[in-house]
């Protein structure tokens, strides 16, 4: 049977149809759900496969991006997102998305920390970029986890970004360190130039290299541009997958002889694919 997916949109969210497009592409039966018809009865999540936030300005980012969408997961859909993470299933959270996974605690923790202890403080969170407005770019990524599900196969990338609140800060450097043990970094911004990070095989080299706008366009710490959880069956990353997976999509596709697939299509077809093993 085709994989069912839950692409979970708020007012606000622009990126939903999109979204369920790739999953679809890649051989899933996708569903753009309203978060207010969940809110009415939970369970409707119990019969799908993978839940993904996907990107925009879900309730217009009023009190801060993903605030109040986070706000719902943690209060009312508690005990069903709970039961997600539990089940063999897939949470994928794009932009938008990241950010609602991470203020409500779903990552970087996952089902071993849900729910969230009450008034703690939280290791991260995505707040404004550090040249203080929406950018727009596309950017080159190296893959760091080798155990994440979305990311399998997948070395480096270029996507597209556009966003506000991308930059992830951390409550101390230790944090980043625990990430790194656990496989939970996924993606980090690198250099286009491939000498100069991409060909290098040290992670922390990725971490530790001073990139600045555009490579790494939001000024995030570790220039970490998506987390896992310690399980691999859940991401959240700032960049838009969903905007690459036509080769025509990519702005120098003449230039680089790209055709078929975009390489975003990859991330949505590994989810597809995680159920047919």
């Not at 007012?11 to 999109?18: A, K, Q």
């Not at 703690?120 to 994440?148: C, D, I, M």
């Not at 971490?207 to 959880?229: T, W």
């Amino acid at each position: 049977m085709k994989p069912q997916v839950c692409v979970l949109r708020a007012p606000g969210t622009n990126c939903d149809i999109e979204t369920a497009f790739a999953f679809e592409s890649c051989g899933a039966t996708a569903e753009n759900l309203h978060l207010f018809r969940v809110l009415e009865k939970p369970k409707l999540l119990s019969q799908y496969q993978v839940l993904c936030i996907p990107g925009g300005f879900s309730y217009g980012d009023d009190v801060g991006a993903g605030v109040v969408f986070s706000s719902q997961l943690q209060g009312h859909l508690s005990e069903v997102i709970g039961e997600f993470l539990q089940a063999d299933k897939l949470v994928l959270g794009i932009c938008n998305g990241f950010q609602v996974l991470l203020k409500a605690g779903i990552l970087p923790g996952g089902a071993a920390n849900w729910p969230p202890e009450a008034n703690s403080e939280p290791p991260a969170t995505l707040t404004w970029n550090t040249n203080g407005k929406y950018t727009s770019n596309w950017v080159r990524l190296k893959v760091l986890s080798e155990q994440n599900v979305f990311l399998k196969g997948i070395d480096s990338v270029e996507l597209p970004i556009a966003h506000a609140e991308g930059r992830l800060a951390v409550r101390d450097e230790s944090v980043v360190s625990n990430w790194l043990d656990q496989g939970q970094i996924g993606l980090c911004y690198t250099s286009r130039d491939e000498s100069q990070g991409a060909e290098l095989s040290q992670p922390t080299a990725f971490l530790e290299a001073n990139l600045n706008y555009p490579e790494n366009p939001n000024g995030s710490v570790g220039n970490i541009a998506g987390l896992s959880d310690a399980s691999g069956r859940v991401l959240g990353l700032m960049p838009h997958p969903e905007r690459f997976i036509h080769a025509t999509q990519h702005p120098r596709w003449t230039r680089l002889g790209l055709e078929g697939d975009g390489a975003g299509l990859k991330i949505f077809q590994n989810a597809v694919d995680y159920f047919a093993e």
